[in-house]
């Protein structure tokens, strides 16, 4: 197997975004009129980090990140789960504390999961196809048209689970929405950025992988 230097190191920021992402997540902030939780600041930088994944790597490399990644999420959760339904000591005072900030409520869990699994893989998807159809050129179209796509799938996933019944008719398409724009929005932003790492990776790593043949079903998690 090819000895990549920088795979292991992108694949463990993307899994402490996601992470960090769903813990910023418990807060929610208010950004003038806008109101978002948390985990909006730093979660699109886990489709920046699928796309370079993706583009360099190939599709078979990001859906093993992806995997990895929510494995890591699963952990955690059950992880502060036991923590938090474990007998608290009697010098401890925070035990309230702890649950509200910790304290995951399945439907919100079941929602970003969803939501991340659907989103990720239909990101990457995109723009593995998209490479091979463009033969490698405008990578501006990839970066974007996959995120754009992801993104969307994400957002509407998640707020249907997490608010359905909540949320509706205008306030859920505006929550939408408003999520969707953000995340893409900083997509966007960063291209130059993005575009520096990918060319930094593809000459360092000496790869630049085209999915012409790759077995694309999600429920693999070998590299083989």
Do not use: H
């Not at 490479?131 to 509407?156: A, P």
């Not at 724009?181 to 360092?204: C, D, M, Q």
């Amino acid at each position: 197997m090819r000895k990549l230097r920088y795979y292991d190191l992108i694949l463990a920021l993307f899994a402490a975004v996601l992470l960090i992402s769903n813990l910023g997540a418990t807060k929610l902030i208010a950004l003038g009129p806008i109101i978002t939780d948390g985990g909006a600041i730093l979660f699109p930088l886990a489709y920046i980090f699928g796309d370079v994944l993706t583009e360099v790597y190939g599709y078979k490399y990001a859906r093993r990140a992806i995997w990895t990644s929510f494995g890591v999420m699963l952990l955690a959760i059950l992880a502060f789960s036991i923590v938090r339904y474990l007998p608290a000591a009697p010098e401890y005072a925070d035990q309230q504390a702890f649950e509200s900030v910790l304290g995951f409520f399945p439907q919100i869990v079941v929602a970003s999961l969803c939501a991340y699994l659907v989103g990720e893989f239909v990101n990457s998807y995109v723009l593995a196809r998209l490479k091979v159809r463009t033969k490698g050129k405008k990578l501006w179209l990839r970066l974007i048209g996959s995120t754009f796509i992801g993104q969307l799938l994400d957002t509407t996933i998640f707020a249907l689970i997490a608010f359905g019944g909540i949320l509706t008719g205008t306030d859920m398409l505006l929550f939408i929405a408003v999520g969707w724009a953000f995340k893409t929005s900083v997509e966007i932003l960063l291209l130059p950025v993005t575009y520096r790492v990918i060319a930094f990776l593809k000459k360092r790593e000496g790869m630049d992988a085209y999915d012409k043949k790759t077995d694309f079903s999600p429920l693999k998690v070998t590299l083989d």
